[in-house]
């Protein structure tokens, strides 16, 4: 189901994402031939909405990065990996 909301995308989901990628920025969005946080949302996720969870997800400190439209640069942060290990979703 195609979400609606920022709550609606699985934060756990797109830290393990980003945790899995470990030193290496992810983009936003598709077509790009790097890794996007966008896999790690719901199929049909749209654009805004991505950018809207990862500003939510930069403002909470658990991933670094820009939610201007650029390419992103998206990583997991210190914080974010203890909110994995707090929510007992470790890799």
């Known amino acids: 189901m195609k979400p609606k909301q920022v709550k609606d995308i699985s934060t756990i989901d797109i830290l393990k994402f980003l945790q899995k990628h470990d030193g290496k920025w992810c983009t936003w ?31 909470k400190e658990l991933v670094i990065g820009c939610d201007c439209g650029c390419r992103g640069d998206f990583e997991i942060t210190l914080e974010g990996i203890e909110y994995i290990r707090e929510a007992g979703e470790e890799k």
């Open 29 to 59: 969005g598709k077509g790009y031939s790097m890794s996007t946080v966008a896999d790690a949302m719901p199929e049909g996720t749209p654009e805004k909405l991505q950018l809207a969870k990862m500003k939510n997800l930069i403002e």
